[in-house]
């Protein structure tokens, strides 16, 4: 398993509307094949700024998959226009370095 993690950047004075459009957009992101959970958080630091993360099955299943699935647009439909500049994506193995299990801890 993999998890992205989206830094998102809202329009100002959006935020709670962006909020209530995410979380009512979110079963459209699980619905996706490979997608196993949506998490958003609220940068503390800067405003208008969060932090959402998807866990996924394998990298292909967001970076391919989804992005030909029939979620993906609908998805993209319900957020995309509250962004205030492009969102920074990274993937990351969901298995901390040296877990038992993984390459370092094994």
Known sequence: MIYEYAYLYITPGREE???QALL???PILESAEGCHSVELHRDVETEG???????????EDHTEKFFKSEQ????AEAIDHFFDREPTLRHFAADPVGAP??????
Do not use: D, I, N
């Open 24 to 26: 009512a957009a979110a």
């Open 49 to 59: 700024a969060y932090l959402l993360r998807v866990g996924w099955a394998t990298l």
């Open 101 to 106: 299990g993984t390459a370092a801890g094994a």
């Open 17 to 19: 509307e962006f909020e």
């Open 72 to 75: 993906a647009p609908r998805f």
